[in-house]
């Protein structure tokens, strides 16, 4: 799946596990599906990402205690789950 969004949230995703996973063990799997959407173009698969991304960050929900970065992965994560919805 080829999206900037997709792009940048995969970027980001490896740094902030690292830097926030001891808090957040949640973002092991936000870093996985990441880069399972990155790497698909099958659209029923990337539905189902997108279902488990919203269940595993309760809907984007970004907690009080991270980073810009951080917010910037949600972000960019949540923009391109709204742009596959429009599609």
């Given at each position: 799946?080829?999206?900037?969004?997709?792009?940048?949230?995969?970027?980001?995703?490896?740094?902030?596990?690292?830097?926030?996973?001891?808090?957040?063990?949640?973002?092991?799997?936000?870093?996985?599906?990441?880069?399972?959407?990155?790497d698909s173009a099958n659209a029923p698969h990337v539905s189902g990402l997108f279902h488990e991304l919203r269940t595993v960050t309760d809907n984007y929900a970004i907690?009080?205690?991270?980073?810009?970065?951080?917010?910037?992965?949600?972000?960019?994560?949540?923009?391109?789950?709204?742009?596959?919805?429009?599609?």
């Open positions: 799946m080829t999206n900037r969004n997709i792009e940048k949230a995969a970027q980001l995703a490896p740094i902030v596990e690292r830097v926030h996973g001891a808090h957040h063990p949640e973002l092991s799997r936000v870093r996985q599906i990441t880069d399972e959407l990155q907690p009080k205690d991270v980073c810009e970065a951080f917010e910037a992965t949600y972000h960019a994560l949540e923009r391109a789950d709204r742009q596959h919805e429009a599609a």
